[in-house]
């Protein structure tokens, strides 16, 4: 595993990095002492888990988390223990420490975040178990219209909607109705170009034209965006 | 009074004599620069970014087995969100106890 220590203190990555010579398989790749240097160098290479430290001026561990787009695991590393219960709102989290470490803790959290990123790995949908795998060829989605498997180019579909027990799956140049759930079609899709911003529609968020009050244009149709999928799509735009 | 100790940086360090000094040469180059811009934010009366830098300080007092002083720093750093002072002095006595242990090595 591949990690990274965002801790203002010196001291405090010093021990981590102490610790995590101890620990089989596990390498530091890098140390930063503020997180704006560790979104920049996330944004050009990947790892698997962060220590990160909560209290650091200027920009805290949370805020780190809620800038960063698919953030790796993170063991939060903090002084006091009165930021537990903001720690388990997010997904990423799989431990919080509390200074000074104890070396068993310590083992204990890795071995946590361990088995949370295999199962991680494995229990995401085939086409984005490919994408992490570095295997990805799916570029294509095939459908059954009466009785016909039908082609589509995967980055064409702008728009996936559902009617009842069909859905309608639009592309730059056809639309096709197909009977399906848009759960089923989703987990075809991949993650990164793909997001569900309402319980009846999945976009294709590279097609985006424009987003206004709760609606986004795409094309020429104006989609609703549910409060709870709102901020899972201002993430993923690269905001000025 | 309780004494600063090297048992919890030599438990992480597992035997292995370089660790401890690494971590300890850290500890002497950073402590004195946090001790330093704590005293001056107290004395400009930042008690807000005070109790922040105490927050930072509590985890070298707690790495030298300081566990009573971690107490003290604790409800210090409290009282300074507040802008209340109390705990000043025995705070200052804990840094002072810290800066003499950490010239002896």
């Given at each position: 595993m591949n990690c990274?220590i965002?801790?203002?203190?010196?001291?405090a990555?010093a021990i981590i990095n102490g610790l995590c010579a101890q620990v089989k398989n596990l390498n530091v790749?890098?140390?930063?002492?503020?997180?704006?240097?560790?979104?920049?160098?996330?944004?050009?290479?990947?790892?698997d888990l962060i220590f990160?430290?909560?209290?650091?001026?200027?920009?805290?561990?949370?805020?780190?988390?809620?800038?960063?787009?698919?953030?790796?695991k993170v063991i939060l590393t903090?002084?006091?223990?009165?930021?537990?219960?903001?720690?388990?709102?997010?997904?990423?989290?799989v431990d919080y420490l509390v200074k000074p470490l104890s070396i068993q803790r310590f083992e204990k959290s890795v071995k946590k975040a361990e088995s949370s990123i295999f199962?991680?790995?494995?229990?995401?949908?085939?086409?984005?178990?490919?994408?992490?795998?570095?295997?990805?060829?799916?570029?294509?989605?095939?459908?059954?219209?009466?009785?016909?498997?039908?082609?589509?180019?995967?980055?064409?579909?702008?728009?996936?909607?559902?009617?009842?027990?069909?859905?309608?799956?639009?592309?730059?140049?056809?639309?096709?109705?197909?009977?399906?759930?848009?759960?089923?079609?989703?987990?075809?899709?991949?993650?990164?170009?793909?997001?569900?911003?309402?319980?009846?529609?999945?976009?294709?968020?590279?097609?985006?034209?424009?987003?206004?009050?709760?609606?986004?244009?795409?094309?020429?149709?104006?989609?609703?965006?549910?409060?709870?999928?709102?901020?899972?799509?201002?993430?993923?735009?690269?905001?000025? | 009074?309780?004494?600063?100790?090297?048992?919890y940086i030599e438990s992480m360090s597992r035997g292995d004599?370089?660790f401890?000094?690494?971590?300890?040469?850290?500890?002497?180059?950073?402590?004195?620069?946090?001790?330093?811009?704590?005293?001056?934010?107290?004395?400009?009366?930042?008690?807000?970014?005070?109790?922040?830098?105490?927050?930072?300080?509590?985890?070298?007092?707690?790495?030298?087995?300081?566990?009573?002083?971690?107490?003290?720093?604790?409800?210090?750093?409290?009282?300074?969100?507040?802008?209340?002072?109390?705990?000043?002095?025995?705070?200052?006595?804990?840094?002072?106890?810290?800066?003499?242990?950490?010239?002896?090595?």
């Amino acid at each position: 595993m591949n990690c990274i220590i965002i801790d203002d203190e010196m001291t405090a990555r010093a021990i981590i990095n102490g610790l995590c010579a101890q620990v089989k398989n596990l390498n530091v790749v890098a140390e930063f002492s503020n997180a704006i240097q560790a979104i920049k160098y996330l944004n050009q290479n990947d790892v698997d888990l962060i220590f990160l430290d909560i209290y650091m001026p200027d920009f805290t561990g949370f805020d780190f988390i809620q800038t960063i787009k698919n953030p790796p695991k993170v063991i939060l590393t903090t002084s006091d223990d009165q930021s537990a219960i903001e720690a388990f709102e997010y997904d990423c989290i799989v431990d919080y420490l509390v200074k000074p470490l104890s070396i068993q803790r310590f083992e204990k959290s890795v071995k946590k975040a361990e088995s949370s990123i295999f199962r991680t790995i494995e229990e995401k949908p085939k086409t984005l178990r490919n994408k992490i795998e570095g295997t990805n060829t799916v570029n294509d989605l095939y459908i059954n219209i009466e009785r016909r498997l039908i082609k589509i180019n995967i980055p064409s579909i702008y728009l996936v909607e559902a009617k009842g027990d069909y859905i309608n799956v639009k592309t730059e140049t056809e639309n096709y109705r197909v009977h399906s759930t848009l759960k089923k079609i989703e987990e075809k899709l991949p993650e990164n170009l793909f997001l569900k911003i309402h319980r009846s529609f999945v976009i294709n968020v590279k097609k985006i034209i424009d987003i206004e009050d709760n609606t986004v244009l795409i094309k020429k149709e104006v989609i609703p965006i549910s409060r709870s999928n709102r901020p899972e799509l201002m993430k993923r735009l690269n905001l000025l | 009074m309780e004494k600063p100790n090297l048992l919890y940086i030599e438990s992480m360090s597992r035997g292995d004599d370089a660790f401890t000094q690494k971590i300890l040469d850290v500890v002497k180059k950073e402590f004195p620069q946090e001790l330093e811009i704590y005293k001056n934010n107290y004395k400009e009366g930042n008690y807000i970014t005070a109790s922040e830098n105490v927050h930072k300080i509590k985890h070298k007092i707690s790495l030298l087995g300081l566990e009573k002083s971690y107490e003290v720093a604790t409800c210090y750093e409290n009282n300074l969100k507040e802008n209340i002072t109390d705990f000043h002095d025995d705070f200052e006595e804990i840094m002072q106890m810290i800066s003499d242990y950490l010239l002896t090595f």
